[in-house]
């Protein structure tokens, strides 16, 4: 397993310098591996099934994001909200994941938080995003109720891990938003997006990886 988050990690760090180019061969392969070699880690360490499919779905939502065209863009939203799906379930199949926890302390003030950038999030997009207007609408409660469902999971051991991966990947899904929809051109912040992106994405899958699967051996 050691051997395969090295490469995944080679990969993530390989595609930096990438992540402002144009679309191409190279740079789709790049990114997919990153998260694919992820998913067959997770394989090879017998991690659950769900995560083995989260990663694997979220893998292919990169090449798809990767690609040029409409068509593509929306591929990739849908390959994200399955994978987002498939980390709900595994997040609510554990036997120590407790909905309960949410209806008090932090946790309620982070479970109205998220409804509350989604409720913004949505008021922002649906304006701008055209004829993904749709498909754009549908992804954010997806992502969010993702980010609520790693609040059920204990803050024990590797779990701890899961709420902060949850917070990353709903960062770099935002600043990703901002930077298709919301940004204007030429806004000097478009420059900079891709890099905070990527490893705020990248980080989330390895942080994933780290929680639910052995010890790397």
Not at 42 to 69: E, H, K, N, T, Y
Not at 129 to 151: D, E, H, K, Q, W
């Amino acid at each position: 397993m050691t051997a395969l988050f090295l490469a995944a990690l080679a990969c993530a760090l390989a595609y930096l310098p990438l992540v402002a180019r144009d679309p191409g061969a190279l740079r789709s392969t790049v990114k997919t591996a990153a998260v694919a070699l992820l998913a067959l880690a997770a394989w090879r360490a017998q991690a659950p099934m769900l995560l083995i499919l989260a990663l694997a779905l979220c893998a292919l939502g990169d090449w798809c994001l990767s690609r040029p065209g409409e068509r593509a863009f929306m591929a990739g939203v849908g390959g994200f909200a399955a994978g987002h799906l498939a980390y709900v379930a595994l997040f609510l199949t554990r036997a120590s994941s407790d909905p309960g926890l949410l209806v008090s302390g932090w946790r309620l003030a982070a479970l109205v938080g998220l409804a509350v950038l989604g409720a913004a999030m949505a008021a922002r997009l649906a304006p701008r995003a055209g004829a993904l207007r749709i498909p754009v609408l549908v992804y954010i409660p997806v992502i969010l109720g993702m980010g609520a469902c790693a609040l059920t999971l204990p803050p024990e051991g590797a779990l701890a891990l899961v709420p902060l991966a949850a917070a990353s990947f709903i960062a770099s899904d935002l600043i990703l938003a901002w930077e298709v929809f919301l940004f204007r051109p030429g806004h000097r912040l478009l420059r900079l997006a891709p890099y905070a992106i990527w490893p705020l994405y990248w980080g989330a899958q390895a942080g994933f990886l780290a929680a639910f699967a052995a010890p790397l051996s």
